[in-house]
């Protein structure tokens, strides 16, 4: 697939394919921040995020439509949690957030939308491909 060619470090394991991931459900630029205590720091990092039904891929765009691997969330291991935005911020371009947590609340990342609208789209994936893997458990989002 074109997406899968189009990502460099990245090794999927023996005889899988992207597809396997699920329907690609959104991809664009944002700022993330991992909140790690085992990072040094905890820096706000523009990437491309690509969410799948059963991934989310962090990836630092290249040149044109390529891109290098940086990290991989399984959707079902995480939840969103809606923050409120802090107008004080210095790059206003970035000041609408979410957050992903994970369920055993090991790790969490705050992902930056350039527009309320364009959080509101993100989230709105995220929930899909959650529902997608785990129509049962519909998990509790805020």
């Known amino acids: 697939r074109e997406i899968q060619e189009s990502i460099t ?3 999927l394991p023996a005889n899988r394919t ?7 459900r959104k991809d664009s630029e944002m700022k993330i921040q991992a ?8 820096n706000k ?5 690509f969410v799948f039904d059963k991934i989310l891929l962090i990836c630092k765009q290249a040149r044109g ?4 691997y940086k990290d991989s969330l399984k959707v079902h291991d995480y939840k969103i949690e809606d923050v409120s935005t802090r107008k004080i911020q210095r790059d206003t371009r970035w000041s609408h957030s979410f957050m992903l947590v994970h369920k055993d609340k090991l790790h969490a990342y705050t992902l930056f939308a350039r527009t309320e609208e364009r959080k509101k789209e993100w989230i709105d ?3 899909e491909a959650l529902d997608n893997v785990l129509p049962d458990q519909r998990q509790g989002s805020t």
């Open 9 to 11: 470090d990245w090794s």
């Open 18 to 24: 992207l597809c396997d991931y699920g329907r690609l």
């Open 35 to 42: 909140h790690d205590t085992a990072a040094a720091t905890n």
């Open 45 to 49: 990092k523009v990437r491309y995020v």
């Open 65 to 68: 439509d390529h891109y290098t």
């Open 125 to 127: 994936a995220f929930r």
